[in-house]
């Protein structure tokens, strides 16, 4: 029987962060293609490190988080997926539901490696909370990705802005399914 919060789909592993995940996660988020869409600029490794310290208060605080994707033959890191809860000061709000988020690497994308994720976390979610809804926030110009929250079930609920930058506000009622 695998950890509670292990996923492993066909090719991947998803597991929560730990510290030994800190050098991959500074990989990912100081590329200037990964944060393009993501707060516009590469993440300092002390923002790198909020993160990390993030993601493990969600899993403490809330029972949910994000978790490292692996590939599951060779263990290399490609990327995050999962849930948090940020209270970001959005126009207009996001609602205080849990939010799906996820960023790979470049080398991982354009593979199906964000949907197989994005899928294996929406149903840890389903399970989760079977009669919930989750939401989710990208920048309006990042098409790529508002199109796999589409194949994931979630469907655009308004345009806004966060830091003076436009996003689409998405949502997700449990067990949907995309297209």
């Known amino acids: 029987m695998q950890p509670l919060h292990i996923v492993e789909t066909e090719r991947l592993v998803l597991a929560p962060h730990d510290v030994?995940?800190?050098?991959?996660?500074?990989?990912?988020?100081c590329d200037p293609e990964v944060t393009r869409h993501i707060g516009g600029r590469p993440f300092r490794?002390?923002?790198?490190?909020?993160?990390?310290?993030?993601y493990a208060g969600n899993w403490s605080l809330f029972g949910f988080g994000f978790w490292a994707i692996r590939d599951r033959q060779s263990g290399a890191f490609l990327g995050e997926a999962g849930f948090h809860r940020l209270r970001r000061e959005l126009n207009?709000?996001?609602?205080?539901?849990?939010?799906?988020?996820f960023a790979l690497l470049p080398h991982a994308q354009g593979r199906g490696i964000a949907t197989e994720a994005g899928r294996a976390a929406a149903?840890?979610?389903?399970?989760?909370w079977p009669d919930g809804e989750?939401?989710?926030m990208i920048a309006?110009?990042?098409?790529?990705s508002i199109r796999v929250a589409?194949?994931?079930?979630?469907?655009?609920?308004a345009?806004?802005?966060y830091q003076g930058d436009p996003i689409a506000l998405l949502s997700r009622p449990s067990g949907a399914s995309g297209g």
Do not use: I, S
Request: glycine share 10%.
């Open 20 to 29: 030994a995940d800190f050098e991959d996660m500074c990989t990912l988020w």
């Open 45 to 54: 490794r002390e923002e790198v490190w909020a993160r990390l310290l993030r």
């Open 92 to 101: 207009p709000p996001l609602a205080d539901l849990p939010e799906l988020g």
């Open 123 to 128: 149903g840890w979610g389903d399970a989760a």
């Open 134 to 136: 989750t939401v989710c």
């Open 140 to 144: 309006a110009g990042n098409a790529r």
């Open 150 to 157: 589409f194949r994931l079930g979630y469907r655009e609920t």
């Open 159 to 161: 345009r806004g802005t």
